[in-house]
C-alpha cells in the first residue's frame, strides 16, 4: 500500500542553524510533493510545490529538494527563528487533477 | 485562512446523535474538502466536492455524509456519532483538483474540534 512517512520524533534546532526534515514513501510515485505548515490549533498553510521533473525548489530561507530515484523529499530551513517553530506536513498527488495525500508531518522546535 | 470559516468550532456530542459540520468559503474556489486529523495518523481525507452536487468518497467515508447545495457551502454530517469519531476536522478548497487540469494546493479553515461521548 502506499505510505509517506515522516519523522514522527520533533525536531529540536538551535536558532540561526539549518533545519533539514525528510518526507520519504513508497508504492508511490508522485508527479508533485508540497509542503505545509501547520501551527497549534490552526488549518495547514501551504508553503511549496514540487514537480518531478524539479530537483530543487527554493523560497526566501526555504528549501526543498526531490528525488524521484531515491523517493524522497528534503526541507531545509535555513537560518531557523523561533518564529520556524510548527508542523511541518508533505502531501503527494499523483498527478495533476489528483488528490493530495499528506504525511504525518515533523514537528520543529527552534530554541532562542 | 484564505475565506474559509467553519462551524461550530467546537462540539461536544454524545455517541449516537446527529452531527453536522458547516464549510463556508468566500473564494469561489470549485474543489471543497473535509478531512480529519488524529495524532499518528496525520491528515485523512473523508469526503470531497468537484462541484455544487458532485461529491465522492475519500479514503475515510465510512459513517459520514457530505452535501453541497451551493458553491460556497460545503456540510459534513455524521448520521449517528461515535466515539472513533472524536477527532479535530478540517475543510479545505482548492482551485484545481481531482480531475481537473491544475494542481491541488489546498487553503484549510481553522479546523472543528469534536469530542463524542
Known amino acids: 500500500s502506499q505510505k509517506i512517512e515522516q519523522n514522527s520524533e520533533a525536531l529540536n534546532i538551535q536558532e540561526g542553524k539549518t533545519a533539514t526534515l525528510t518526507c520519504n514513501y513508497t508504492?508511490?510515485?508522485?508527479?508533485?510533493l508540497q509542503w505545509y505548515r501547520q501551527d497549534p490549533g490552526r488549518g495547514p498553510v501551504f508553503l511549496l510545490l514540487i514537480r518531478e521533473n524539479e530537483k530543487e525548489k527554493r523560497k526566501e530561507r526555504l528549501k526543498v529538494t526531490f528525488d524521484t530515484t531515491l523517493k524522497q523529499s528534503l526541507f531545509h530551513i535555513t537560518a531557523s527563528q523561533p518564529a520556524d517553530s510548527a508542523t511541518y506536513l508533505c502531501a503527494l498527488s499523483k498527478a495533476a487533477g489528483n488528490k493530495l495525500t499528506f504525511g504525518g508531518g515533523t514537528r520543529v522546535l527552534v530554541k532562542p | 485562512d484564505a475565506g474559509i470559516t467553519q462551524s461550530p468550532r467546537h462540539k461536544v456530542t454524545e455517541t449516537g446523535t446527529p452531527v453536522t459540520l458547516r464549510c463556508h468559503q468566500t473564494?469561489?474556489?470549485?474543489?471543497m474538502y473535509w478531512y480529519r486529523q488524529d495524532p499518528g495518523h496525520g491528515l485523512r481525507l473523508i469526503h470531497y466536492?468537484?462541484?455544487?452536487?458532485?461529491?465522492d468518497k475519500g479514503e475515510v467515508s465510512d459513517g459520514y455524509s457530505v452535501s453541497r447545495s451551493k458553491t460556497e457551502d460545503f456540510l459534513l454530517t455524521l448520521e449517528s456519532a461515535t466515539s472513533s469519531q472524536t477527532s479535530v476536522y478540517f475543510c479545505a478548497i482548492s482551485e484545481s483538483g481531482a480531475g481537473g487540469q491544475g494542481v491541488d494546493t489546498q487553503y484549510f479553515g481553522p479546523g472543528t474540534r469534536l469530542t463524542v461521548l
Open positions: 508504492n508511490y510515485s508522485p508527479a508533485y
Open positions: 473564494e469561489n474556489h470549485r474543489y
Open positions: 466536492s468537484y462541484g455544487v452536487k458532485d461529491t
